[in-house]
């Protein structure tokens, strides 16, 4: 076990796969001489030279497409957007060719890409480079979404991801790239579609993903005084999702709060609850509360970010209301 | 089409109040009093001043990320844009955007822009809209070297030149997009040789010489304004700071960045000014001292703002 | 063993004529191509070793992709400035590695550049740019297998290559630049986009080389009193109202009335005052010289420009003595 932020463990994931699978390539703005933006592919110039890190243009649908492309002729490309906002250059390569190529063209296509981007607010860098979207790739058929809370599980999960055979994409949330935890220096895969119990209880399912699950373990902590015992769950992939363990998480705790920083309007978290709806209903003691950001862009000014991104009062309060704690602000 | 005295003078102030200006910002930035991101324009303030000194109040202009030597050019009002940077309730846009989307639709700005290649269709739009309505206006579009790479670039450039709109294309090459640097970013070595691509006039200028770039945009506006369509002017340029503050430079070397400071627009233009006796020292100063008030009333201006309250993030999402 | 030296302007053909006249588009990759004629045209008549200018786009550099060339090639040793000094100082180079011939391509400018270096050593400039009347428009591979006629010394000098005069430019009696074709007195301030086409801020014309068929500022006076580059000779004319009007075209595609108020030839080592001070100078194209307030200048007419290689002539010789008859 080693100590390591989120970015160096992403950037072990990086080295270590390339150094098994000659076929691996990294392309994107920035990730060689510089390292990437922040950081993540520092080194793996100098290790594995620009064949194989490959400095681009600015050009999203060429680095985008070129993966596609790359992959269905036997690369498996990890290619890095750099800010997840910039997907919209880029989109059609992803939804409508990397996507739909298997099943379009009778399952014998072969797509193994991982497309990383960051996303996020939190650091000032307002509407167009602080955005969560992770809805918009939850919603199409052929795409896989991963999004990691630890180092731990960033590591696990881009192994995997770069091992899988399909298109996937891999969020990145900005505050956690200084994050620090213990990661093993080994290869090790963490299954996609495989969620975590961050923090078990009794009283209530708290489902968060990315840096809301720090806020919810943090909240959990706190209500723990308070006498609720809630339950943290990090799906760590949104697509494909574990139902399973959510679903069992609300079968014992009968309340649910979803809390993620997209807005909430047709947020992942939507599909969260209407899974439950469907498939749990009968267990449930409350109402679903969805935790979210507010149905606008991200807004610049520091007191309006703060404003827009979920905190830990609003998760409080939110649990407090569907435990029925009278102590509810 | 000679510049007069004050023309000139006019084009050496706006120059300085950029430079003084995105001084001011790396200060504030340092300070920890702008939040986000900051791309100073410092190194290239000829290439806006040079265009804007041809354009009218109602043309328009769309920017980049690097917009503030764009939105001074074009008239910005520097009190409105410090207290947009500082996130405060009166800026530009009531501290929802920042630096990297200050605007100003009065001034016919059509925003600084957080998207690399965002610019270039919204420039040919507004060129079509002018077109349509029969009005003489017209649209540039500011845009980088990097920017040159995108595809909405040369798809926005292909529909102007098919639709013949009312718009100038201005590159600023200055060498670099963040890390990558032209000579690997693209197998042409000037960008103006696009525009061949399109059927337009692409020309090729030193974007450190003010002076000439007017020149280049004058005829290029005047030809877009008489409805003989668009063209590009690449401007050779270099950013003297990094590509945002606190920027470690490891992709340029520090020789290249001195070759390029003793190439500096605003001394250059001082000093060509001083030597043909357009402008004398004590008018420097001059000059100088009054950006220097209006920038310290920016600073106060922008520092006693208030916040916005945080009810205020849902307003303006939609027209009612 | 010959050696021949190329200097391809990477910068040419894509200044502002293009906007405010209707100039020729000539990108790189056309110059590549043509390098590459004039390298398999070199190595045809068997120069053994070629120094190039290297630049920023890499034309030589590209050139050489696609070809085998028997023959060693290497650059220019200096760091680039990216201007025309990158010119002057690979003509330098060339020369006092004992070039025996120097091919440029570019325009009027480049070769004024090149002239600086050059010293005695023949040059064949092909045209690229816009407005140019020193080069001229010749097939790379005729230039090629020119260039190395000359320089492998398989064709008289004296029937293939012309002494060509030059204007050289006096500040207060100090030598500071010269012209191949023309010295233009512009009524501005700066250099600015470089080019000349706004003739109403023209006041005195200097030119070396006059013909009725070129193009630009000296085919005014090509109009008036044609002159050839190797004749020892210059035609100085005041442009104001009032004055004879000639048509001309001035520039690609723009013709216009100028109107000559004095004209006078001048003789080996005449010199004649700039009227316009403070003014700018164009020389062979493009506003080059500040001239402050203040400041004495003259334009002079002198003998030792250089050493130009006629193609024509030069494979004419060929022709007649046999050179390539095996
Ligand atoms: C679509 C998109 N891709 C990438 C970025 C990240 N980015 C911001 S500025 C920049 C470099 C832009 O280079 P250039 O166009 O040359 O402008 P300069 O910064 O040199 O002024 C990059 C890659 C972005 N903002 N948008
Ligand atoms: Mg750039």
């Known amino acids: ?329 | 089409m000679s510049l007069t005295n004050e023309q000139m003078i006019g084009m050496y102030a706006n120059m300085k109040k950029i430079r003084m200006f995105e001084e001011q910002v790396a200060e504030l930035f340092a300070a920890g009093k702008i939040p986000g991101f900051v791309h100073l324009y410092v190194g290239e303030e000829a290439v806006a001043t040079g265009v804007c000194a041809n354009l009218r109040e109602d043309d328009y202009i769309t920017s980049t990320h690097r917009g503030h030597g764009h939105l001074i050019s074009k008239g910005g009002d520097i009190k409105l844009m410090m207290a947009e940077l500082l996130g405060k309730k009166t800026g530009y846009c009531k501290g929802k955007g920042g630096s990297m989307h200050i605007a100003d639709l009065d001034l016919g700005i059509l925003g600084a822009n957080g998207i690399v290649g965002g610019g270039p269709p919204l420039a040919s739009g507004a060129a079509l809209a002018s077109q349509y309505q029969g009005k003489d206006l017209v649209t540039v579009c500011f845009f980088g070297d990097g920017a040159a790479n995108q595809g909405t670039t040369h798809e926005a450039m292909n529909l102007a030149t098919c639709w013949k709109l009312p718009v100038v294309f201005v590159n600023e090459n200055n060498m670099y997009g963040i890390s990558s640097c032209t000579l690997n970013s693209m197998c042409v070595a000037d960008i103006a040789d696009r525009a061949a691509a399109y059927d337009m006039p692409g020309v090729v200028v030193d974007g450190n010489d003010v002076v000439a770039v007017y020149e280049a945009a004058s005829e290029a506006l005047r030809q877009a304004r008489e409805g003989e369509g668009p063209s590009l002017i690449e401007c050779k340029t270099y950013r003297h700071k990094g590509h945002f503050e606190g920027d470690p430079c490891v992709y340029r070397n520090e020789e290249e960045l001195q070759e390029w400071k003793a190439k500096d627009p605003v001394l250059r233009f001082e000093k060509k000014l001083l030597d043909m006796q357009v402008l004398a020292r004590e008018k420097i100063d001059e000059i100088k001292d009054s950006i220097e008030k209006d920038l310290a009333k920016a600073v106060s201006f922008a520092e006693e703002s208030p916040f916005p309250d945080p009810s205020e993030i849902i307003e303006d999402v939609y027209t009612p | 063993m010959s050696l021949v030296g190329i200097i391809a302007n990477p910068a040419s053909g894509k200044d502002i004529r293009r906007l405010v006249a209707f100039g020729s588009v000539f990108g790189n990759q056309e110059k590549v191509r043509i390098v590459r004629r004039v390298l398999l045209g070199l190595v045809a008549v068997g120069v053994e070793r070629i120094c190039y200018m290297p630049d920023y786009f890499g034309i030589v550099e590209r050139a050489l992709d696609h070809i085998k060339v028997p023959a060693t090639i290497f650059p220019a040793n200096f760091s680039l400035k990216g201007s025309q000094e990158d010119s002057v100082r690979a003509a330098r180079i060339m020369r006092e590695k004992g070039a025996t011939c120097i091919v440029t391509i570019g325009g009027d400018g480049t070769n004024r550049a090149v002239v600086k270096g050059s010293g005695a050593a023949p040059i064949l400039p092909i045209s690229t740019g816009t407005n140019n009347v020193f080069p001229s428009m010749v097939e790379g591979t005729i230039a090629g297998l020119a260039a190395g006629l000359i320089a492998m010394k398989r064709v008289p000098l004296d029937e293939s290559t012309f002494l060509s005069t030059k204007l050289e430019v006096l500040v207060n009696g100090n030598v500071v630049d010269l012209a191949l074709v023309d010295v233009v007195v512009c009524d501005d301030l700066f250099v600015g986009s470089r080019a000349v086409w706004d003739m109403d801020k023209v006041r005195q014309i200097f030119l070396n080389q006059a013909q009725p068929d070129s193009i630009g500022l000296s085919s005014i006076g090509g109009l008036i009193h044609p002159i050839n580059a190797e004749e020892p000779l210059s035609l100085c004319l005041e442009l104001g109202d009032g004055g004879r009007p000639v048509t001309a075209p001035v520039a690609p595609g723009i013709i216009k009335q100028v109107f000559i108020k004095g004209q006078r030839i001048m003789q080996m080592g005449d010199e004649i005052a700039v009227s316009v001070v403070p003014s700018i100078l164009a020389l062979d194209g493009e506003r080059e010289v500040e001239i402050r307030p203040g400041q004495q200048v003259a334009i002079r007419l002198e003998k030792d420009g250089p050493v130009v290689v006629d193609v024509k002539q030069t494979m004419t010789a060929a022709m007649k003595n046999g050179s390539l008859l095996r």
């Open chain 1, 1 to 329: 076990m080693a100590n390591m932020s989120f970015a160096q463990a992403l950037n072990d994931a990086h080295k270590l796969e390339m150094e098994r699978d000659p076929n691996i390539y990294v392309a994107g703005e920035d990730v060689g001489v510089y390292g990437g933006i922040f950081g993540v592919t520092a080194g793996l110039l100098d290790q594995f030279t620009d064949k194989r890190v490959r400095d681009t243009p600015i050009t999203e649908s060429a680095i985008v497409g070129t993966a596609v492309g790359a992959a269905a002729a036997g690369l498996r490309p990890v290619i890095e957007l750099m800010f997840v906002d910039f997907i919209g250059v880029a989109f059609d390569q992803l939804y409508n060719q990397a996507a739909k190529m298997k099943y379009m063209f009778g399952g014998k296509a072969k797509l193994p890409l991982v497309m990383r981007a960051c996303c996020g607010a939190g650091i000032g860098a307002a509407a167009q480079h602080s955005q969560c979207l992770e809805a918009w790739f939850m919603h199409v058929p052929g795409l896989k979404v991963v999004m990691p809370s630890t180092p731990y599980d960033a590591k696990g999960l881009l192994i995997s991801s770069i091992r899988d055979d399909n298109p996937v994409v891999f969020l990145e949330h900005k505050l956690l790239y200084g994050m620090e935890g213990e990661v093993p220096e080994e290869a090790y895969t963490i299954p996609l579609g495989q969620a975590d119990i961050k923090r078990e209880g009794q009283d209530v399912t708290v489902v968060a993903t990315a840096q809301m699950v720090n806020l919810s373990l943090s909240v959990a902590e706190k209500l723990s005084g308070d006498g609720i015992s809630a339950e943290v769950v990090d799906p760590r992939t949104l697509s494909p999702l574990d139902e399973e363990t959510i679903l069992e998480s609300v079968r014992k705790t009968h309340r649910l709060v979803i809390v993620h920083e997209e807005v909430k309007f047709a947020g992942s978290g939507a599909e969260i609850a209407a899974m439950v709806a469907e498939k749990a209903f009968d267990y449930l003691d409350a109402p679903i509360i969805r935790v979210a950001a507010p149905f606008t862009p991200v807004p610049f000014s520091p007191t309006l970010e703060a404003e827009f991104i979920p905190n830990e009062d609003k998760i409080i309060q939110a649990v407090k209301t569907v435990t029925g704690n009278p102590n509810v602000a």
